[in-house]
């Protein structure tokens, strides 16, 4: 039996999904795509075999088991509450949005549902759940983009930061993950679900530089506890579409996907 599945978002990040579903995905059934601009669910739905149904947000969580939300921080919550509330599961991109809302947690473990957060454009994050089940004693993500791919963020807005005028490398936010994600909503998810797998959005340190010398999205983390240190670097190629978004979190949804509908688990 295939896994009834359906995507909110219809951007980057879930045309792309939908496409690998329909074309290498056989365990999961795509029926279908919400977008609030419905033109891009309708071209989703367009470019995908059989063609999923193009509905509401609310439509689309009453017709599948599990909901893909690819749509924005500031919508995730609401999707969630709803889904869960169904006892359906959830895979979540803005994972971000999903800070400081533990009750979605908590709704999930009543209603014996499931939230899935893809490790997006990071590497390492296999080591650094193995070592929460540890002692921590800290972590830090260090995250470089180029300027485009941290336009918008209301932190450089309210720091009077503008990135049209660097020339060289800048140190745009050093705080708390939780104070990133608040800061850079749409740019810096990795720091949620990093933090989420370790010690919280509290303790996890993160620090953001934008750079005009680079083309790519890196993170680099460093964990040390009573296991060792880890460190990891990713070079990320910012996905065609969207430069805010790096490509490796577009195959990570893919590959979250087949991990949920494939028999065999690799790594922690
Ligand atoms: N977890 C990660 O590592 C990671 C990495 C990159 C991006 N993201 C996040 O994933 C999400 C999708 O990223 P993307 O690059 O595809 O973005 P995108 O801007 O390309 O696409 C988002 C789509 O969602 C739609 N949308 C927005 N609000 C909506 C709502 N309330 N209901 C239905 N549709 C809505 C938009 O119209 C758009 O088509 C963003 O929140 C982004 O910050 C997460």
């Given at each position: 039996?295939?896994?009834?599945?359906?995507?909110?978002?219809?951007?980057?990040i879930?045309?792309?999904?939908?496409?690998?579903?329909?074309?290498?995905?056989?365990?999961?059934?795509?029926?279908?795509?919400?977008?609030?601009?419905?033109?891009?669910?309708?071209?989703?739905?367009?470019?995908?075999?059989p063609v999923?149904?193009?509905?509401?947000?609310e439509?689309?969580?009453?017709?599948?088991?599990?909901?893909?939300?690819?749509?924005?921080?500031?919508?995730v919550?609401?999707?969630?509450?709803?889904?869960?509330?169904?006892?359906?599961?959830?895979?979540v991109?803005?994972?971000g949005?999903?800070?400081?809302?533990?009750?979605?947690f908590?709704?999930?473990?009543?209603?014996?549902?499931?939230?899935?957060?893809p490790?997006?454009?990071?590497?390492?994050?296999?080591?650094?759940?193995?070592?929460?089940?540890?002692?921590?004693?800290?972590?830090i993500?260090?995250?470089?983009k180029?300027?485009?791919?941290?336009k918008?963020?209301?932190h450089?807005?309210k720091?009077?930061?503008?990135l049209?005028?660097?020339?060289?490398?800048?140190?745009?936010f050093e705080?708390?993950?939780?104070e990133?994600?608040?800061?850079?909503?749409?740019?810096?998810n990795?720091?949620?679900?990093?933090?989420?797998?370790?010690?919280?959005?509290?303790?996890?340190?993160?620090?953001?530089?934008?750079?005009?010398?680079?083309?790519?999205?890196?993170?680099?983390?460093?964990?040390?506890g009573?296991?060792?240190?880890l460190?990891s670097?990713?070079?990320?190629?910012?996905s065609?579409?969207?430069?805010k978004?790096?490509?490796l979190?577009?195959?990570?949804?893919?590959a979250t996907?087949?991990?949920i509908?494939?028999?065999?688990?690799?790594?922690t």
């Amino acid at each position: 039996m295939k896994l009834k599945v359906g995507i909110i978002g219809c951007g980057a990040i879930g045309s792309e999904l939908g496409k690998a579903i329909g074309s290498r995905i056989p365990g999961a059934d795509l029926v279908a795509v919400a977008d609030v601009d419905e033109e891009k669910a309708r071209k989703l739905s367009k470019n995908v075999f059989p063609v999923p149904r193009v509905l509401s947000p609310e439509e689309l969580i009453d017709e599948v088991a599990l909901v893909i939300e690819c749509a924005s921080s500031s919508a995730v919550a609401a999707i969630a509450e709803k889904t869960l509330s169904q006892g359906k599961d959830i895979m979540v991109m803005s994972v971000g949005g999903l800070l400081g809302k533990m009750h979605l947690f908590r709704l999930a473990q009543e209603k014996g549902a499931r939230i899935y957060l893809p490790s997006g454009a990071l590497a390492g994050l296999d080591g650094v759940k193995a070592a929460a089940a540890g002692r921590i004693d800290s972590v830090i993500l260090t995250t470089r983009k180029p300027p485009a791919g941290l336009k918008g963020a209301p932190h450089l807005e309210k720091a009077g930061i503008d990135l049209d005028a660097l020339t060289e490398e800048e140190t745009v936010f050093e705080g708390t993950a939780e104070e990133a994600v608040e800061g850079f909503p749409r740019n810096i998810n990795v720091a949620a679900t990093l933090s989420l797998a370790g010690i919280g959005p509290a303790k996890t340190r993160v620090k953001i530089v934008a750079d005009p010398k680079t083309s790519h999205n890196v993170h680099e983390i460093k964990i040390e506890g009573e296991f060792g240190r880890l460190i990891s670097r990713t070079e990320n190629l910012p996905s065609p579409s969207n430069p805010k978004t790096s490509f490796l979190a577009i195959l990570s949804a893919i590959a979250t996907l087949e991990a949920i509908v494939s028999p065999v688990r690799i790594g922690t």
